[in-house]
Structure formats: C-alpha cells, structure tokens
C-alpha cells in the first residue's frame, strides 16, 4: 500500500471515503423517514396526550361497523361523535388511587378520529358498549344492492 507524507495508505483514504458516504446515505434515509412517518404522525398526533385508540372498520353491503377498543372505559364517559363521513371517539381516564409502579396507559384517556370511507347517515347510528370494546353501526347513505335481470 501506498502512503502519502501524512502517513495515510490509500486503504485507509478510501475507508474514511466509504465512511462519509454511508453518513450522507444515513442523513438521507433519515430525512426521507422523517417525511414519510411525518404524515403517518400527523394522523397520529391528534391523539396528543391520549392513547391512540384502535379501531376495526368492517364494510358490509348495508353498513359500516367500527370497532373501538376502550379498555377501562366507563359507558358514561365516552364521547361519541359522527358525521356524513367521520367518526369521533373519546373517553376520560378513570385513574386510580396509589402509586404507579408502571403506567402505559394514558393517565388522560383515549381518543381517535377517522375519516370513514363511504358516506354514512349519522341520525341512524347505533352503538354499544361490553367488555371494552364500543360497536359502532354506521348505515351507509347509499347502499347498491346489485338486481339480477334476465337477459333475453
């Protein structure tokens, strides 16, 4: 190998070069990480302070029917808010009293919005609530039941 006055082999030159590219690779990929999990934390973020409460969204032909897991939750404490095309959902904790030896859950309650993908009719919504987990039934505004014809 090859060494030049300072005493650096041509080795270690194309080391330190390899080095600052995979930090300016490593810069990049973080920026592009950055921009990609910024919108996915954007949504994310209106549950500041809250847990992120889960949701499953089933489609039917009739209905849409969500699913909200709201563990602790009590029935008179969920609010509970719809329109043509969204769904609100948001508890107040119950904390109790004692010393925490370790606490995950937010100490403020949950909290969700999401944007439904079909149009629904808000003034016919239903919902329920056992064991934690808050039934939503949302009717859709237009349902297309498919008519069979008979071709001649």
């Given at each position: 190998?090859?060494?030049?006055?300072?005493?650096?082999?041509?080795?270690?030159?194309?080391?330190?070069?390899?080095?600052?590219?995979?930090?300016?690779?490593?810069?990049?990929?973080?920026?592009?990480?950055?921009?990609?999990?910024?919108?996915?934390?954007?949504?994310?973020?209106?549950?500041?302070?809250?847990?992120?409460?889960?949701?499953?969204?089933?489609?039917?032909?009739?209905?849409?029917?969500?699913?909200?897991?709201?563990?602790?939750?009590?029935?008179?404490?969920?609010?509970l808010r719809i329109t043509?095309?969204?769904?609100?959902?948001?508890?107040?904790?119950?904390?109790?009293?004692?010393?925490?030896?370790?606490?995950?859950?937010?100490?403020?309650?949950?909290k969700r919005e999401i944007?439904?993908?079909?149009?629904?009719?808000?003034?016919?919504?239903?919902?329920?609530?056992?064991?934690?987990?808050?039934?939503?039934?949302?009717?859709?505004?237009?349902?297309?039941?498919?008519?069979?014809?008979?071709?001649?």
């Open positions: 190998m090859k060494s030049d006055s300072s005493g650096t082999s041509d080795l270690e030159r194309m080391i330190g070069k390899a080095a600052v590219e995979a930090a300016r690779m490593s810069n990049q990929a973080s920026q592009a990480a950055k921009k990609i999990l910024g919108d996915v934390t954007s949504e994310m973020g209106e549950a500041r302070g809250h847990d992120y409460a889960a949701i499953d969204l089933l489609d039917t032909d009739e209905e849409l029917i969500a699913l909200v897991a709201l563990p602790g939750a009590a029935k008179d404490k969920i609010d043509e095309d969204s769904l609100y959902v948001e508890t107040k904790a119950n904390p109790l009293a004692g010393k925490y030896l370790r606490r995950e859950m937010s100490p403020i309650g949950q944007k439904l993908p079909a149009e629904i009719k808000p003034e016919q919504v239903k919902a329920s609530f056992k064991d934690g987990i808050l039934e939503v039934h949302l009717p859709k505004l237009v349902v297309i039941n498919a008519q069979r014809v008979q071709v001649d």
